[in-house]
Structure formats: C-alpha cells, structure tokens
C-alpha cells in the first residue's frame, strides 16, 4: 500500500469531488480515480460511492479515511525528523534542584554541543501531563512517580533533613532522629495533591516512625515560611533547601541516621532506551560541590 493512493483517497473524501481533487493533487483526474481504485482492491472494499452527480463516502470509506489521516501525519512526522533533525530539549524543573539541574545540563551538552535546552516550571501533575502528551520532552522529580505513557528511572539519592521552627525546642540539636520527631509535635506533610510522588515518598519514610500527620504545607518558599510560623510541627526537606532560602526563622537538623529520597527522570514511553540511558546517566549521582543547591 502506498502513501500516494492513501493521499489521492483523502483529498477525493475531502472534496468529494474527483475533478476538485486532482486540481488540488495538481495531477490528471484519471490518475486519481486510477490510485483510489487500486486502494480499494487492495483493501477489498468499496471506500466511495460514485454516480454522475455525487461522490460519497461509503462507511468503510469513513473507517479508512480516519486511520489514512493518521498514517499520512505519522509519514509526515518521519520526514520532518529527517529534514530537521531535535536540537531541542524541552525538561520539566523541581524546586531546590538548581546545582542537580546545572550538573545535568552540562552533561547533556558535553555529549550533543549544538543541543538547545528549554526549561519549564511547572506543579507536578502537569509536569507529567506535560511529558505524556508530548509538550514535554523529560522532566525530573522528587520520588517515584506514575502516570500513563511515562517510563520512569530513579537517576539520583537525595539526602533530607528535619525543618523546624526556631521556637521549636528541637531547634538547637545538632541531629535528631525521626523517632524523636515523630514523639515531638506533628509532621508537617506536602499536599498530596500538588506533589503525589513526594508526599508518597515522605510518607513511606515518617509513616514507620509512627508520626502523628498534621496540616499540609503550601510549596516552594512557602514551606520554609509556614514552619516558621509553627512552633511544634516539623518537615523534612532536601539537606540545605531551608538554609539557602535565607529564612531566619527556622532551623534545619541533619537526621541522625541519615535519610534519603529518590530523583527520578520522566520521559515518554516512546522514548528510545539509548536515548533515555543518556538522559539518565547526566542526571545521575555525583558530587555536586561547588553547584547551586537551591
């Protein structure tokens, strides 16, 4: 089956009309007629009725019309990647990943020099929407997240910390362990709704410590403000978020043993697996002295 005569079939379905359609076709009318009837032997059905006074779709035709636009566009998207070969990346941000974002974007060039690199903030759940539906091209996240059409690789390990109040009487230890945060006032948790795979993932951590789960806090900024504000309740956060936020307010106290939290890089799941190796790899753990860490 050609391109070709699905091309004639839809320009004739378009105008119902063969003469309309070969001039749009700038070729003969019986080179048209000549490609929809070999389609149609070809698929051993009768896509349009004709008659002196009207051409007609038949409900077949209907049925292929649909699936030769899809063809057509898919042929289209080939020959596009072709002629204009992705300098582009377009990569879906978290808060606080500055030095993790710097690393990998310099990786990522290092390997491809000419690549251009578009960032987008944008709240977690249309994060991943945003690489499911294609207007995203990856993106990174705190946790494990799911969704429809992603594919999912954990890339690095995040080390947390425990964020209170300077009026909280925890707030001058130098570590702290969950159990004695969980005995001290409630966890302060991230909205479920605003962050599915990082409340999970802090969920999974408090939950064993038998911490009672207080208010959500807000995101961003806003988290360090609120436990400003709240004198028994307590976080966790990525080691040295609060203190680069500048807040005079609270104090961040290493866990006493250390605690970590999954990175993970989004994709589509029609991503190809060398090419999400690569991506993966630029963003996978390493030093991270002297980058940004907020």
């Known amino acids: 089956m050609e391109l070709r005569g699905l091309r004639y079939f839809v320009t004739v379905a378009e105008?119902?009309?063969?003469?309309?359609?070969?001039?749009?076709?700038?070729?003969?009318?019986?080179?048209?007629?000549?490609?929809?009837?070999?389609?149609?032997?070809?698929?051993?059905?009768?896509?349009?009725?004709?008659?002196?006074?009207?051409?007609?779709l038949t409900p077949a035709g209907h049925r292929v019309l649909a699936a030769?636009?899809?063809?057509?566009?898919?042929?289209?998207?080939?020959?596009?990647?072709?002629?204009?070969?992705?300098?582009?990346?377009?990569?879906?941000?978290a808060p606080g990943l500055t030095g993790r974002l710097e690393l990998g974007l310099r990786r990522l060039q290092e390997c491809?020099?000419?690549?251009?690199?578009?960032?987008?903030?944008?709240?977690v759940p249309e994060r991943l929407a945003a690489v499911g539906d294609g207007?995203?091209?990856?993106?990174?996240?705190?946790?494990?997240?799911?969704?429809?059409?992603?594919?999912?690789?954990?890339?690095?390990?995040?080390?947390?910390?425990?964020?209170?109040?300077?009026?909280?009487?925890?707030?001058?230890r130098s570590s702290v362990r969950l159990s004695t945060l969980a005995g001290s006032g409630p966890f302060r948790p991230p909205c479920r709704d605003t962050d599915?795979?990082?409340?999970?993932?802090?969920?999974?951590?408090?939950?064993?410590?038998?911490?009672?789960?207080g208010r959500p806090v807000g995101v961003g900024e806003a988290v360090v403000a609120e436990m400003g504000a709240d004198r028994t309740g307590w976080t966790l956060l990525p080691a040295g978020w609060a203190a680069a936020s500048g807040a005079?307010?609270?104090?961040?106290?290493?866990?006493?043993?250390?605690?970590t939290v999954t990175g993970s890089v989004v994709a589509p799941s029609s991503t190809t697996a060398a090419?999400?190796?690569?991506v993966?790899?630029?963003?996978?753990?390493?030093?991270?002295?002297?980058?940004a860490s907020a």
């Open 112 to 123: 491809s020099p000419d690549l251009e690199i578009q960032l987008f903030d944008l709240p």
């Open 196 to 213: 599915p795979p990082w409340h999970a993932a802090l969920a999974g951590i408090v939950a064993p410590a038998g911490a009672r789960v």
């Open 15 to 56: 105008e119902l009309h063969f003469g309309r359609a070969a001039e749009r076709l700038h070729i003969v009318q019986p080179a048209v007629s000549q490609q929809v009837a070999r389609l149609e032997r070809e698929l051993g059905t009768r896509l349009l009725d004709r008659s002196s006074r009207h051409v007609r």
């Open 68 to 93: 030769a636009r899809e063809a057509l566009a898919a042929a289209e998207r080939v020959h596009a990647a072709v002629d204009a070969p992705a300098t582009r990346v377009r990569i879906g941000t």
């Open 275 to 278: 090419c999400l190796a690569a």
């Open 280 to 291: 993966v790899d630029a963003f996978r753990d390493a030093d991270l002295t002297g980058l």
């Open 248 to 259: 005079s307010r609270v104090r961040e106290i290493p866990l006493d043993p250390p605690v």
């Open 135 to 172: 207007r995203l091209d990856l993106a990174v996240a705190r946790g494990e997240p799911v969704g429809p059409g992603l594919v999912v690789h954990r890339a690095w390990d995040e080390q947390l910390s425990a964020v209170v109040s300077d009026r909280n009487p925890l707030a001058r």
